[in-house]
């Protein structure tokens, strides 16, 4: 599935609108490219079919259900798994895959796949981050906490995962979980109840309406099981995509509620790093950004415990109240009586601007020129009247350069009135 995009033309001109891949931002990972009012030819549609079927998975979420039932009544010595293909193996399919890597799988492993699985590791397309078990057991204490019993976990495979362990733990309050991913390789490991394959950047269920009814039926909340959503997108996705998909998940939930929930929207959490925030606040604008800091197992940068700049940059933004949402006092965060929720240690409350503005971990400073907050690093230049680092390019004085879209020297094209005229369709 595509989306509709439009070329950006300098001086306010029309751009010439084309459909590309949704999902991936290289021609190489898809190199799907049609221009709006393109007629396309009989053999072009079939070389696309064709090309299509190459690509589906080996076998339906059904096949692999039924597979996933004989692999696990398996003896443990003939439990292997096929690393090079990313494929539970049955004892007639190992001659096969012979002259591929293959592993044994441990009944642990089975239960946690996004640690058997290799992550995907494409930045323009599909690359996979997991939450360490840090990240994971706060964001399940926390919703578990504000009486969420069922999470709708969209690319969040560690989530799904710790909470069928704790189900078997019996330790906690249970909790249901369904897992939208673009990944199929999770269907191996899961019903079609627990998972289904989909694309959050045009919501598209690659089962059709078997997949959304599903999740009209996991959204439905009976019994007093509040149902929360938790996504983690890629951190190269549009946002104004993303928000869509968000939207149309919130307004399918809202359909099913009582009466008394018309307006209300779909409690959500998305995490993304902090420098988006004002396109994700100009989609969602009931969203807030919270201090905590999100951590992955499997990125070189985003860990928890680093200082200064080096510190995750990846955020929490929900429609959730901020003051509910109790930040971890151990980990360096505390609670500002006057901007009512929880923010990181060096995060001050400025009297000035009201507000405790760090975005980024570090202590800001306020500029009394600029009448705001700014960077730690940064310096009020004279000759561009604003602040910026120290070495910055002097006399390019904000809006000088002129909007790229319009052709305005008043503004730069990130405040351009029409940008949101000429940006990505469905």
């Not at 599935?1 to 609108?17: D, H, I, N, S």
């Not at 890629?234 to 018309?262: E, H, M, Y």
Request: hydrophobic share 30%; with cysteine.
């Amino acid at each position: 599935p595509t989306l509709l995009f439009e070329k950006v033309c300098k001086g306010g001109e029309k751009g010439r609108r084309f459909y590309a891949c949704s999902a991936c931002r290289d021609r190489k990972d898809c190199n799907f490219f049609q221009w709006e009012d393109e007629k396309v030819s009989e053999a072009r549609l079939l070389a696309r079919e064709a090309e299509s079927q190459s690509k589906r998975p080996l076998f339906t979420q059904q096949e692999f259900c039924s597979r996933f039932r004989k692999f696990a009544s398996l003896p443990l010595d003939e439990k292997k798994f096929c690393q090079d293909c990313q494929i539970l193996l049955l004892p007639g399919e190992l001659e096969a895959h012979s002259s591929h890597r293959s592993t044994a799988v441990t009944a642990a492993q089975l239960r946690r796949p996004s640690v058997l699985l290799r992550p995907l590791d494409n930045k323009k397309s599909n690359a996979q981050y997991l939450f360490t078990d840090r990240s994971s057991h706060f964001l399940l204490d926390t919703l578990a906490g504000l009486g969420y019993r069922k999470l709708l976990c969209v690319g969040t495979p560690r989530l799904q995962e710790l909470i069928k362990l704790r189900n078997l733990e019996q330790k906690h309050e249970p909790m249901k979980s369904l897992l939208l991913d673009i990944d199929f390789r999770y269907a191996q490991f899961y019903s079609p109840d627990e998972f289904c394959h989909y694309n959050m950047f045009n919501h598209h269920f690659f089962d059709g309406e078997a997949s959304s009814a599903v999740v009209q039926a996991f959204l439905r909340e009976c019994d007093g099981e509040k149902v929360v959503v938790v996504a983690d997108p890629p951190f190269g996705g549009l946002v104004k995509p993303l928000a869509n998909s968000f939207s149309l998940i919130s307004q399918t939930w809202r359909k099913l509620q009582s009466s008394d929930s018309g307006t209300a929207d779909m409690p959500m959490m998305w995490i993304f790093p902090y420098f988006f925030e004002p396109r994700i606040l100009e989609c969602l604008p009931s969203f807030t950004m919270l201090d905590y800091q999100v951590d992955y197992d499997n990125h070189p940068l985003y860990k928890h415990g680093k200082t200064g700049r080096k510190q995750s940059p990846v955020r929490l933004f929900t429609n959730i109240s901020p003051r509910d949402v109790v930040l971890p006092k151990e980990e360096g965060y505390r609670f500002c009586s006057v901007c009512q929720r929880f923010v990181w240690s060096l995060n001050k409350h400025c009297a000035t601007c009201n507000v405790c503005p760090s975005k980024d971990g570090r202590e800001w400073k306020h500029c009394p020129t600029c009448a705001k907050c700014v960077k730690p690093s940064w310096r009020h230049c004279q000759s561009c009247g604003r602040c910026a680092l120290p070495d910055h390019p002097c006399g390019h004085g904000q809006g000088k350069e002129g909007c790229f879209s319009c052709g305005s020297l008043e503004h730069k094209r990130k405040a351009c009135p029409l940008k949101d005229t000429r940006r990505i369709s469905r």
